[in-house]
């Protein structure tokens, strides 16, 4: 063997030598960031586990007081221990207002604890359409009856039948019914249903509103993202209730969506299958 053949040997093995331990320590270093990164991603696990926890726990610890609130308010209205002045009445109605909003609050909390911890079960059974909307319609007949606002239910013509949460579906639409008549100062309020070609139905809560600017559409079914309008500063919430709708729609395999313009209204609208498709009739849905 030539001499030249032997150094061009020896440079070559050197280069694979030395490529080879710029791998190692690539490898080295590759495996290192995998155990940090694992390392983040247990410490992320464990802290959004102990924010669901501390979550639900001031969830149950509010509720009993909030409880005690608003029943107690409700004595004092209704006279059992005597007469109210009319300044007496309007502060024991305004406290008794105020801690039902609280106690929205506390229940959204919850949920969203209940969610995130994957503890949100799913119960389907089947149920008719005209009872869901007499169910809606009797909910909200004493808040409608108090504004100057005109709450309309389109039921959809025929028996349509469903086989889904019915509870989920109705929390969903009461808190988009809720949330159209809290910013809809006069006019109309208007839910409706519709059965789509796919097996799908898509229920619909229209309103002739404030509306909402183009640049916070995209922002409102994140969790706590309350809109900051005058009125919206007025009326304070948990900013969980669309968060909530959008978590439990994809549980029941559907989605949520909003078209809306300002000074002119909105429209939110839920799509879920009439047959939900989970694996049982209790299936717990992460």
Known sequence: MSADLQELLAARDADIEALREELDETNKGVVALYAELDDKASQLRDAN???????????????????????????????????????????????????????????????????????????PEWFEMVDLFAALRGMFK?????????????????????????????QILRNFISNALKFTPEGEVRISARVL???????????????????HIPNLFVDFVQLDVRLQR?????????????????????????ESELGKGSRFWMLIPMRFAGESAAAVAR
């Open 197 to 215: 070609e796919d097996d799908k139905v898509e229920f619909a809560v229209t309103d002739t509103g404030i509306g909402i600017a183009a640049e």
């Open 142 to 170: 004493p808040i409608a009856a108090t504004t100057s606002v005109s709450l309309v239910f389109d039921e959809p013509e025929g028996d349509i039948k469903l086989y889904t949460d019915d509870k989920k579906v109705s």
């Open 49 to 123: 586990d102990l924010k669901s926890r501390f979550l639900s726990y001031m969830s149950h610890e509010f509720r009993t007081p909030l409880t005690s609130m608003t029943s107690i308010s409700g004595i004092l209205l209704s006279r059992l221990d005597g007469p109210l002045t009319a300044e007496q009445q309007k502060q024991v109605e305004f406290i008794r207002s105020s801690a039902r909003e609280l106690t929205e609050m506390v229940n959204d909390l919850l949920d969203l604890a209940k969610v995130e911890a994957g503890r949100i079960t799913i119960s």
């Open 234 to 258: 007025r009326l304070r919430g948990s900013g969980l209730g669309l968060s909530l709708a959008r978590k439990f729609a994809e549980l029941l395999g559907g989605k949520v969506g909003v």
